[in-house]
């Protein structure tokens, strides 16, 4: 039996493999990736990209000397994100998916969540140079995977008894703060790209003004983790939690590593700017 008095928050796991090994794939996959940004092991996309072709050969064109195939960096996004929107949205179309106010919520979420990523690509990113092939395909079947995954693990629960503690409507909020504060920092950022290149001789790179962008250097990640346990809050499942604390574990790692990065570009980078959460990291 599910111990009513330990984790009142979550629904009893389901009697699934499937979702109990993903949930453990899932957060020990995320927080090793994590460490992986904080050893200098970067996932080759963003500024990071020219990081990796540099040790390939310092090329973006570098297709035969270990960087591999390329794709414009626009269509690597969409390769990313593209697959997990009809994933979340398909899931309406499916007979018994979605059963009830919950399910519903959060695919609908999901959907609202990776639609803002796909118009973001569309129409509020700048890009410059290329993406990996392999690195857009890893991210596309990660997000895929994990979205198909919360709604298979909410439609398992369906029956269980519900948590002593109902989050969902909080987590509703949650995920709205997450969703809004991570697309205006996207915003942000987007403006400080410039077509001709300079601002600290990076492809026009500069140090973020504006918003959080005041006391840490990713504030759109912090909103971003945010509203992955804005679907945890939803969900109310183990996997859920498990993708929100894995998540979290990966981009506290990038976020330590982008502020190293800024820090060797630019002398003038502000010491009390922290790396993700103001005033503490």
């Not at 990081?51 to 794709?71: C, I, Y």
């Not at 007979?95 to 639609?115: E, K, M, T, W, Y």
């Not at 118009?119 to 290329?130: A, F, I, P, T």
């Amino acid at each position: 039996m599910w111990p009513s008095t330990w984790l009142p928050f979550l629904y009893p796991p389901p009697a699934s493999v499937y979702v109990a090994a993903m949930s453990a794939v899932s957060l020990v996959s995320m927080a090793n990736a994590g460490l992986a940004e904080l050893r200098g092991t970067h996932m080759a996309y963003s500024k990071f990209w020219h990081v990796v072709a540099a040790g390939a050969g310092g090329n973006n064109n570098n297709k035969n000397r270990g960087v591999g195939a390329l794709l414009k960096s626009r269509d690597g996004m969409l390769v990313a994100y593209v697959p997990a929107l009809l994933a979340a949205a398909a899931s309406f179309a499916v007979p018994g998916a979605v059963d009830g106010p919950r399910a519903q919520i959060l695919s609908a979420a999901l959907a609202v969540h990776f639609l803002k990523r796909v118009l973001e690509v569309l129409l509020v990113h700048r890009y410059s140079g290329s993406m990996p092939v392999d690195t857009a395909v890893t991210i596309g079947t990660s997000y895929f995977l994990s979205t198909v995954t919360m709604i298979y693990a909410q439609h398992l629960s369906h029956d269980l008894p519900d948590p002593p503690v109902d989050l969902l409507y909080p987590g509703v909020a949650v995920f709205a703060v997450g969703i809004a504060g991570n697309f205006y920092h996207h915003y942000l950022l987007s403006k400080l790209r410039s077509d001709s290149g300079g601002g600290g001789g990076d492809k026009g790179y500069k140090i973020p003004r504006g918003g959080l962008f005041e006391l840490v250097t990713c504030p759109h990640y912090l909103f971003e983790i945010l509203g992955f346990f804005g679907f945890a809050m939803i969900a109310q499942t183990a996997y859920a939690l498990a993708v929100a604390t894995g998540t979290a574990a990966y981009l506290a790692g990038r976020s330590c590593a982008t502020r190293r990065w800024y820090q060797s570009k630019f002398e003038e980078f502000p010491e009390r700017i922290k790396a993700l959460v103001p005033f503490v990291l």
